[in-house]
């Protein structure tokens, strides 16, 4: 019966034993676990801030890119109106003794006026170039080079066609004769 009970003692303290090996095992293995899912959230966490630093960069660079069409969107429009519209503007100047077709002009002036308005409004403007300007290729075309025209070198002799700026863009250059 001793030796029973010495059996059942050994079997008993080897049981303990493998309980307590298991027992450190799987702390140890919480540890581990801990380890590898902290690892993981400071991953996720580093990942969330990149998809929010690009979130950030694509939402700025729409922003410009939006502002950008606000402010130049309506370039298209204005190069296609600006030609028939200096061509009125020269009809409507030509000098004329019949006061009937005075009255005619003078409607298509104040019309001229308000077309001329709205550009401005929406930041359209002539350049205002005259002769004796500076000529400036950044602004200007050159139609024709005039020797002996009395004016100094580089120098705009007559303006052909006034340009055109949409904020601060050339949308039409002027177009001019330079003294060489």
């Known amino acids: 019966m001793n030796k029973e009970k010495d059996l059942n003692k050994e079997e008993t303290l080897n049981t303990e034993e493998k309980q307590s090996e298991k027992v450190e095992e799987v702390k140890k293995d919480k540890k581990d676990y801990k380890k590898i899912i902290h690892e993981l959230q400071n991953e996720i966490e580093f990942q969330k801030g990149l998809r929010n630093a690009d979130i950030a960069n694509l939402t700025k660079k729409r922003n410009e890119q939006e502002a950008l069409i606000r ?3 309506s370039t298209n429009l204005a190069e296609e109106l600006i030609k028939p519209i200096d061509l009125l503007k020269k009809v409507v100047d030509t ?11 003078m409607g298509f002036k104040m019309i001229i ?45 007559s303006v052909i066609s006034d340009g055109y700026m949409i904020h601060d863009r050339v949308l039409i250059h002027a177009i001019v004769k330079v003294a060489k």
């Open 71 to 73: 402010k130049y969107g």
């Open 95 to 105: 000098p004329t003794d019949n006061p009937d077709l005075q009255n005619y002009l």
């Open 113 to 157: 006026n308000q077309i001329d308005s709205a550009f401005e409004n929406n930041g359209i403007k002539a350049m205002g170039v005259k002769a004796g300007d500076e000529f400036d290729s950044n602004f200007h075309e050159a139609n024709e080079s005039l020797e002996n025209s009395g004016m100094e070198s580089n120098k705009i002799v």
